[in-house]
C-alpha cells in the first residue's frame, strides 16, 4: 500500500512537471497578462480578453444530435500555473454560448474555485446553479459533467481525474443520475 | 464425526412419521401431537397437549429428557434446576425468571391435575438459557434439536413449464445433496445427520406423467418417483443466503408414447446431450425484480414543454410493468415506491439488496439540451478503473489464527454492482432485443456510464431511459397507453429470456 501510494505520487509528480513544461513551451512571459487569479465569471467569457496571451483549448459543446459532446478549439486565456490555466479553461467552457452552439453548462452556472492538487485530482467548485436549474435526464446530466471533466483533462495533462463541488460541496449527483462522489476520469465516449 | 452419528444414530424425521410414533410412544390418544427431540443420542417424542392453540408440553416428561430437577415450593411457585442453575416458574404469569433474569413465556404455565404444563416455547426460551448443548426448537415441524446436529429444513415446490418441470428443493441450514437416478426414482442424498421435511414434502402437486411423488427414504435420503414420460434430468446446487437450493430440471419424453402406455414404462433414455446430469453449476434461481420508478416528489426529473413530469411517468410505467410481470410470470415484483414521494437513491438499491431482488430496473425518461435528441437507451453501470481494481481485484489476504493467510472478498457495498456487470449487460442486450420491436431505439442504444442507482445494487441492473421528454413527440409518445403497453411487453419478453437463457442470471 505505502509502495502504491509512493509510485502514485512519484507519477503524479512527473505529471504535474509535464503539464508545467507544456505550458512554459507554450509561449513568451506576456505583458499585460490576464490576471488569473480571481474567478472568472460566466459573464465574462476568458476567451473575449482582447489584450492577454491566448492558449489554443478545446472547449466541449452539445453536439447536433443531442446526444453527445462535439468539441472544439477556442483561445483561452494564458494562466500562468496550473490552478490559473485549469480556472480559465473552466471559465471558458461555461461561458453562455450563443447559436449554433449549445452548452450542456446549465444555465446562470458560475465558477467559484478551481484547485489541483499533487496527484493530479482537479476540484472545480460550481454554483448552485449546476444543480438547481439542471433540466435533468440522464444524458444532460452526463453531458453536463463530462463538459468539465474532458474540458480540464483533455487541455491539461496535469489533471487527470476531476471531483466536481457545488457550492463548495460534494454533491451525490447534479439530477439524480451520474455519480459525483468520486472522481471522474476523461471520457471520450461522450464525444463524437 | 458426522459420519458416525449418521451410523450409529439414523432418524427419520417427518411429520407424518411423528405423528405415529408420537401415538405408539405416549400414553396420550393416537392423535395427540408430540413433539420429537432429536440428539446424538437418537430420537424421542415428548406428547404435548393443545390448550387454545398452544402447544404445552409436561413438566414431569420434560424433566427426565433433559435431566432437570423439579420442585414446587410452598408458595406455589415451581423451580427447574440444572446443574445448579434455577429456573422460577409462577402460576398464572407468562414469564419465568432463568438465573436470575426473566423471559417472556407464550402463555402462564397451568396445573392439570397434579402435573404442571408449560408452553413448548419453555424449552428454546428458558431451559436453553441454562442447557449445556444447544436446543433448536422448529415449531412448525414439531422437533426439537438437541446439540450440534445438522438437522436441514427441507421444503420442495414443482413448478411447470410447459411440458416440462422443474422441482426446486430448499435445504435450511445449507446442506448438499447428490442426485442420482435409478430404474423409476432419483435419488436425493443428503449431507446432513437427519432431515427436517415438510409435510407433505411437496405441497404443489407434481405433473402425474412426470413426477409421481417426493418422499422420505430414510434419514438423510429423499427419493422423486418418475412418471412415465420422464426422459431425463439436469440437477444444480447453489447457495442462497442461508439455503442450499437444489433445482432439477426434468425433461419429457420426446415422443410421448410412454404417456399413452403408463402401464409399462420403458427403461428411461438417456437424459439428453444438452442436459447432462451436473452438479454444481449455478443455476436460474429468479423470484423477485425490483422495478425502480426514478425520481418521485419534490424531484420531478425532466418535464416536457406540455407539462408531462418524468416522475409521473416511471411511476405510471413501473405499476404497468409490475402487475403485467406478476400476473404473467406469477414473480414477486418490488416497487421502489408505489406513490408521488421522494426516495434517496441509495434506498432504491438497498430496497432491491435486502430483498434479494433478482435483478433490478430503473425507469427513467431523458433529457436534452437539444430538442431533436431522440430514442430509448439502456445504460449499465460503468466504473473508472481505480473503483472496478478496488473490488475485482477481490480479495484482500488476512492473517488467520494460528498463521498463514486467506482470501477474503472485500467489495465495498457501493461498488457491488462491480461483480455483476457481465449479467448485467447481458440483460440489457435482451431487453434492446424486446425493445426494438415496439419502441424507437436511440443511435447508441446500450450506454455505459457511472451512474448511482446503480452501482451499490447487488444484482444484475440496468436502468432505462425510455424516450426524451425534451423532444415534442417522443413526449407524446411516453404519455401513450400504447407506449407504455409497450414497454411493459418489452420488459417481460427481456426478464423471460434473461431467466432461462443466461447461465445463472439472476443469482446471487
Known amino acids: 500500500m505505502v509502495r502504491q501510494l509512493a509510485i502514485a505520487g512519484t507519477a503524479a509528480a512527473i505529471l504535474v512537471l509535464a503539464g508545467a513544461v507544456f505550458f512554459a513551451t507554450r509561449g513568451l512571459p506576456a505583458s499585460g497578462r490576464r490576471a488569473a487569479a480571481a474567478p472568472t465569471g460566466a459573464a465574462a467569457p476568458a476567451a473575449s480578453a482582447p489584450t492577454g496571451r491566448k492558449i489554443k483549448a478545446r472547449l466541449f459543446y452539445v453536439a447536433e444530435d443531442g446526444t453527445r459532446l462535439t468539441s472544439l478549439e477556442r483561445d ?39 484547485f489541483i492538487t499533487k496527484s493530479g485530482e482537479a476540484y472545480v467548485d460550481l454554483s448552485r446553479e449546476a444543480r438547481v436549474a439542471h433540466p435533468g435526464g440522464t444524458v444532460d446530466e452526463l453531458l453536463t459533467v463530462y463538459t468539465i471533466v474532458n474540458a480540464l483533462t483533455v487541455n491539461l495533462p496535469a489533471v487527470t481525474v476531476v471531483q466536481l463541488l457545488v457550492d463548495g460541496k460534494e454533491v451525490d449527483t447534479l439530477s439524480g443520475h451520474v455519480d459525483l462522489r468520486r472522481p471522474l476520469a476523461m471520457n471520450l465516449t461522450w464525444v463524437q | 464425526m458426522n459420519a458416525r452419528l449418521h451410523s450409529l444414530f439414523p432418524v427419520v424425521v417427518t411429520a407424518a412419521f411423528l405423528t405415529v410414533l408420537a401415538g405408539m410412544l405416549s400414553s396420550q390418544a393416537p392423535t395427540q401431537p408430540a413433539l420429537t427431540l432429536l440428539s446424538k443420542d437418537g430420537r424421542r417424542a415428548l406428547p404435548m397437549a393443545l390448550v387454545a392453540d398452544q402447544e404445552f408440553v409436561a413438566l414431569d416428561e420434560l424433566a427426565p429428557a433433559f435431566q432437570l430437577t423439579v420442585h414446587e415450593e410452598s408458595l406455589g411457585a415451581v423451580t427447574v434446576s440444572y446443574k445448579g442453575k434455577t429456573i422460577v416458574l409462577t402460576p398464572d404469569q407468562a414469564l419465568a ?51 450440534d446436529l445438522r438437522v436441514p429444513r427441507i421444503t420442495a415446490r ?41 409435510n407433505p414434502p411437496l405441497p404443489t402437486p407434481g ?20 412418471g412415465p414420460r420422464f426422459a431425463g434430468f439436469r440437477a444444480t446446487s447453489q447457495p442462497v443466503d442461508t439455503i442450499m437450493r437444489l433445482v432439477i430440471d426434468l425433461v419429457v419424453a420426446q415422443t410421448d408414447a410412454a404417456a399413452a402406455a403408463p402401464a409399462t414404462p420403458a427403461p428411461p433414455p438417456p437424459p439428453p446431450s444438452d442436459l447432462p446430469p451436473s452438479f454444481g453449476q449455478t443455476v436460474s434461481a429468479f423470484r423477485t425484480i425490483a422495478i425502480d420508478a426514478g425520481h418521485g416528489g419534490d424531484d420531478e426529473g425532466v418535464r416536457s414543454a406540455e407539462g408531462v413530469k418524468e416522475k409521473d411517468l416511471t411511476l405510471a410505467i413501473a405499476r404497468r410493468v409490475r402487475s403485467v410481470i406478476e400476473a404473467r410470470l406469477g414473480l414477486r415484483v418490488l416497487l421502489t415506491r408505489d406513490d ?24 427513467h425518461a431523458n433529457g436534452s439540451m437539444r430538442r431533436n435528441a431522440s430514442g430509448a437507451s439502456i445504460y449499465v453501470a460503468a466504473f473508472d478503473r ?21 482470501e477474503i472478498e472485500l467489495v465495498p457495498w457501493n461498488l457491488a454492482q462491480t461483480r455483476h456487470l457481465d449479467q448485467s449487460s447481458a440483460f440489457a442486450a435482451l431487453l434492446q432485443q424486446a425493445l426494438q420491436e415496439h419502441v424507437p431505439l436511440s443511435a447508441r442504444p446500450i450506454e455505459r456510464a457511472p451512474l448511482r442507482v446503480l452501482e451499490s445494487a447487488n ?37 423471460v429470456k434473461f431467466r432461462d437463457a443466461v447461465p445463472g442470471g439472476g443469482t446471487h
Do not use: C
Not at chain 2, 408449560?118 to 433448536?136: G, H, K, M, T
Open chain 2, 158 to 198: 414443482y413448478d411447470s413449464f410447459g411440458s416440462s418441470g422443474r422441482l426446486t428443493i430448499d435445504a435450511t441450514p445449507r446442506a448438499t445433496a447428490t442426485v442420482t437416478q435409478e430404474a423409476e426414482h432419483l435419488t436425493l442424498k443428503f449431507d446432513a445427520d437427519a432431515l427436517d421435511v415438510a
Open chain 2, 459 to 495: 444484482m444484475p441492473a440496468i436502468l432505462v431511459e425510455l424516450g426524451y421528454l425534451t423532444n415534442p413527440e417522443q413526449a407524446k409518445m411516453l404519455a401513450s397507453d400504447a407506449f407504455q403497453n409497450s414497454v411493459a411487453q418489452a420488459l417481460l419478453d427481456a426478464i
Open chain 1, 76 to 114: 483561452v486565456a494564458y494562466g500562468e500555473s496550473a490552478d490559473e490555466q485549469a480556472r480559465e479553461i473552466v471559465a471558458a467552457q461555461i461561458a453562455p454560448v450563443v447559436e449554433p452552439l449549445v452548452s450542456a453548462i446549465p444555465p446562470g452556472t458560475t465558477l467559484r474555485a478551481v
Open chain 2, 97 to 147: 425468571s432463568v438465573a436470575g433474569r426473566l423471559v417472556s413465556l407464550p402463555a402462564p404455565p397451568s396445573r392439570s391435575g397434579r402435573r404442571w404444563l408449560v408452553p413448548v416455547e419453555f424449552i428454546s426460551r428458558a431451559v436453553s438459557l441454562i442447557y449445556d448443548a444447544p436446543l433448536d426448537l422448529r415449531k412448525a415441524s414439531r422437533l426439537l434439536v438437541i446439540g
Open chain 2, 207 to 226: 405433473s402425474p406423467g412426470l413426477i409421481l411423488g417426493l418422499r422420505v427414504v430414510d434419514a438423510t435420503t429423499m427419493a422423486v418417483d418418475l
Open chain 2, 340 to 363: 408521488d414521494r421522494s426516495v434517496p437513491v441509495d434506498e432504491r438499491a438497498s430496497l432491491a439488496n435486502n430483498n434479494q431482488a433478482d435483478l433490478f430496473v430503473s425507469l
Open chain 2, 386 to 406: 481505480d473503483a472496478a481494481q478496488a473490488s475485482a481485484g477481490g480479495g484482500e489476504r488476512v492473517p488467520t489464527f494460528g498463521g498463514g493467510s486467506r
